[in-house]
């Protein structure tokens, strides 16, 4: 299991970091594995992390993760677009 980052630009506009990183692993990330290991490596809480996409090939152990790490959970709030999926769990916790 190795982490490669490919890009990594700071955007402050938004408060966030948009990087793109090459996931090494004999099985693909879901999608909160992969916020936990970007919100190590980027030095961060999960929730500050939006994975916006997970791709990889047939047969290859490798996988690219596009993602957006940001420096409070108010600024994701903000900025990103709840999916139907998310809006209802947020309800189910009230």
């Known amino acids: 299991m190795t982490l490669t980052i490919l890009k990594q630009r700071e955007n402050p506009l938004f408060q966030r970091k948009e990087v793109e990183v090459n996931f090494e692993s004999a099985v693909p990330p879901k999608m909160q594995e992969a916020a936990e290991i970007l919100s190590k490596e ?6 500050n992390v939006k994975i916006k996409k997970i791709a990889g090939t047939f047969g290859s152990k490798n996988f690219i993760i596009t993602a957006n790490v940001y420096h ?3 600024d994701k709030e903000k900025t990103e677009i709840k999916t139907q999926k998310e809006n209802n769990k947020s309800e189910e916790k009230k």
């Open 42 to 47: 980027f030095s961060s809480v999960p929730e």
């Open 72 to 74: 409070s959970k108010e």
